[in-house]
């Protein structure tokens, strides 16, 4: 996997105070795309042992409330291995750290995935531009929904984040 920058202290990218991993390559290719830059999966640097250091040196930050996948598409198919290690290395060595997820896919088409579960938001559905809202909150369009992982996971229905 491929990356194009880990941003630190972001707080548009989710709740809180946020590091955030922006990965490369996506087959949505959504017209009006913030981040076009990111489509080609071989764009970028790879995603190495010094990148992951780097990373998980920004998460271990006391005051640092979590991590965000962005991109990119995370969950471009050639992305999903490395991006769900991650996830799971993450989740157990900073458990109370939140982690969400921007995927152009719908929550229903990846919930199967198996390391959804230790995802607390995804951010859901592909950008449509005519839906544009810039008051919406962590989201760029109407059609996107924030869905709070857990809770849906739990009650088998889409149940939406909310602080």
């Known amino acids: 996997m491929n990356y194009h920058n880990i941003t630190v202290d972001d707080m548009r990218n989710g709740d809180g105070l946020r590091t955030v991993l922006w990965v490369s390559g996506c087959d949505h290719r959504c017209p009006e795309c913030q981040n076009p830059q990111t489509w080609p999966a ?4 790879p ?3 010094n990148a992951k250091a780097e990373l998980f040196t920004y998460i271990a930050r006391d005051y640092m ?13 050639p992305n999903r291995e490395t991006v769900g290690a991650l996830i799971r290395e993450i989740r157990e060595r900073f458990p ?6 921007y995927t152009g896919f719908l929550f229903e088409d990846i919930r199967n995935l ?11 559905g592909p950008y449509i531009k005519a839906l544009r809202d810039v008051q919406l ?3 760029g369009s109407a059609n996107q929904r924030v869905i709070d992982v857990k809770r849906t996971l739990e009650t088998g ?7």
């Open 42 to 45: 071989n764009s970028g640097i």
């Open 47 to 49: 995603f190495d042992d």
């Open 96 to 101: 109370e750290k939140t982690i969400w997820l």
């Open 114 to 124: 198996p390391f959804v579960p230790l995802i607390d938001v995804i951010v859901d």
């Open 137 to 139: 909150h962590w989201k």
């Open 65 to 77: 409330d979590g991590i965000t996948f962005s991109g990119g598409a995370p969950l471009y198919e």
């Open 157 to 163: 229905s889409v149940v939406l984040w909310n602080t």
